[in-house]
């Protein structure tokens, strides 16, 4: 275990225990306190919503619109929520509710109701150290000299434990280790260069990007207005939306005015159906934008830093080298990940569906890893569209092999050995018809510890499959991720421990082939759109160990 994992081993540790720790808050779940789920933790889904000037004043509830939001975006957290509204300016008081579990659990209608005002942000998340404390609980709010200001944040800032000793060097005091609350207080502050009038919020949060150059999203509500901002290397998704009047048979809800009703962001696009809203782009890496009753305005895009000296200098790994000419210009860094794993398949980034994505991932890996098979399957259901595209690619029949329980919950510590045996039967059934005599070709979208595909295996062996073979759509992870991602230290990735051909005799299967990371990059590529000149980049440091900052502790 290199000194680096040793680091991240001791901040999980305290995030686990509830001991202070410069991570706390920050959102991602901890997989140490989950063993028996294999699948990775993302962090969090951020929303908000404001009110066109000319729209009616009963047309929208902004509450109710960030409810719908948060729902859709439920995939993305779900251990606690929140939603903060405000009557716009000169309020001196937000109207905000905020609770554990999930969104339909946390939000009644009368609690809805009381939040009232014609704007407002949202957030769902996982938990983190001291696991359901409510002071971590997001949106997180501080009344500044200016009136109140409230943040939603997606991420993780890599270099929290710097910015909060120079908060807490300026006299500031902060109640909790939330990098939420580091960032708000960092907002409340005056930006080095002065302000003539008023609070001049691109300035503010131009000066923390400068100071942290990834990995965030975030979405701001200050009087009647609402801020999104998206880190310099767009790591974590943001995107806008506009409200628009919903068609009838008998034309547009009885409104003749094609005129927007309003504006949302959101953390993806999946979102803005359930809400009656439609996609108008993304926010471009180092982006900050405003919405606000008058509409959509870009104050600002911050530039990606250079690093200071060659990563090679910097790096633990004495064989690493740089690459891509980084130092002369940093490409974007958006987490691959979400293209395989995070993000809701009816979403888009970068002008394309990931549903597509996943589709031609398993296209690729069907070119890259052919096997003889009589029919596709997969583990449901982010790797369904690419076990369909194996299925198109390789001409073999796709058919349903598992029935998943969808009420099952989370899976915790089982207490004895038989438990732990029947962990999977209770969240898969086998469709034994569709099994019987067959050689299957099990198509998964990761493998992290290795701890659930193995059991999925024996279930379909007794079900009557005469072959397994396991596919992954995306390459094997090496490396944990130090941006918002919970992926165990090295020495936990069973990639590390296990080439795939031991791998496929640990787990019982007949073979096991991974998706290469050129096989991954290529999938996302083909259907990038891209409108502006800004070149597409993606981080995939998980996989190669090429992280796209200096990575500070």
């Not at 002008?351 to 003889?372: D, F, T, W």
Request: with cysteine.
């Amino acid at each position: 275990m290199t000194s680096r994992d040793q680091e991240w081993r001791s901040r999980t540790a305290q995030l686990s225990w509830g001991s202070s720790s410069p991570l706390q808050g920050a959102c991602w779940g901890n997989l140490d306190n989950r063993p028996d789920e294999e699948g990775l933790r993302e962090a969090c889904g951020v929303f908000g919503c404001v009110v066109a000037k000319d729209a009616a004043h009963d047309t929208i509830n902004v509450a109710h619109v960030i409810y719908l939001g948060l729902v859709a975006l439920q995939h993305r957290g779900q251990e606690s929520a929140g939603i903060v509204t405000s009557e716009g300016r000169g309020t001196a008081q937000l109207h905000y509710h905020k609770g554990d579990g999930l969104v339909a659990t946390v939000f009644t209608d009368d609690k809805l109701n009381k939040l009232k005002g014609n704007v407002g942000i949202g957030h769902s998340r996982y938990s983190t150290a001291g696991g359901r404390d409510p002071t971590n609980t997001q949106p997180f709010m501080v009344h500044t000299r200016h009136g109140p200001l409230a943040t939603a944040h997606n991420g993780e800032l890599i270099n929290a434990v710097a910015l909060r000793k120079t908060v807490l060097d300026r006299g500031v005091g902060l109640s909790t280790q939330s990098d939420s609350e580091l960032i708000t207080q960092m907002l409340s502050q005056i930006p080095p260069r002065g302000e003539k009038a008023g609070p001049d919020w691109g300035a503010r949060i131009r000066h923390l990007m400068e100071a942290t150059p990834t990995a965030y999203s975030l979405v701001l509500l200050h009087e009647d207005k609402i801020y999104g901002v998206r880190d310099p290397f767009g790591n974590r998704p943001l995107c806008i939306g506009r409200l628009m009047p919903i068609k009838t048979a008998y034309g547009t809800d009885g409104m003749d005015s094609p005129k927007p009703l309003g504006w949302v962001l959101s953390s993806e696009s999946c979102a803005f159906q359930s809400v009656g809203g439609t996609l108008m782009r993304e926010v471009y890496p180092g982006e900050i934008v405003e919405l606000g009753p008058e509409g959509v305005r870009s104050l600002d895009i911050v530039p990606r830093p250079k690093p200071a000296k060659p990563f090679s200098e910097a790096h633990e790994d004495p064989n690493h080298t740089d690459h891509a000419d980084i130092l002369h210009s940093p490409p974007p860094a958006f987490c691959i990940f979400e293209y395989v794993y995070f993000a809701r398949a009816d979403s888009v980034y970068e002008g394309q569906q990931v549903y597509s994505v996943r589709q031609r991932c398993g296209r690729q890996l069907a070119i890259e890893s052919p096997v003889e098979a009589d029919i596709i399957s997969t583990v449901p259901e982010s790797a369904t569209p690419a076990a369909m595209g194996f299925s198109l690619q390789s001409g073999i029949p796709y058919v349903e092999v598992l029935c998943k329980n969808r009420y099952v919950g989370r899976s915790f510590i089982q207490p004895d050995t038989r438990s732990r045996q029947l962990a999977v039967a209770k969240k898969f059934g086998a469709l034994t018809e569709n099994l019987a005599g067959r050689r299957v070709v099990l198509v998964d979208d990761s493998i992290v510890r290795g701890t659930t595909v193995g059991p999925i295996i024996r279930l379909l062996r007794q079900a009557g499959a005469r072959e397994v073979h396991i596919r992954i759509a995306s390459p094997p992870i090496h490396h944990p991720c130090y941006m918002g991602i919970n992926i165990p230290t090295r020495g936990e990735l069973i990639a590390n421990k296990k080439p795939p051909e031991e791998l496929a005799k640990f787990v019982g299967a007949d073979s096991l082939a991974y998706l290469s990371i050129d096989g991954l990059v290529k999938a996302v590529k083909d259907g990038v759109v891209s409108k502006t000149c800004t070149p597409s980049g993606h981080c995939t440091a998980c996989l190669d160990g090429k992280y796209p900052v200096h990575l500070e502790w």
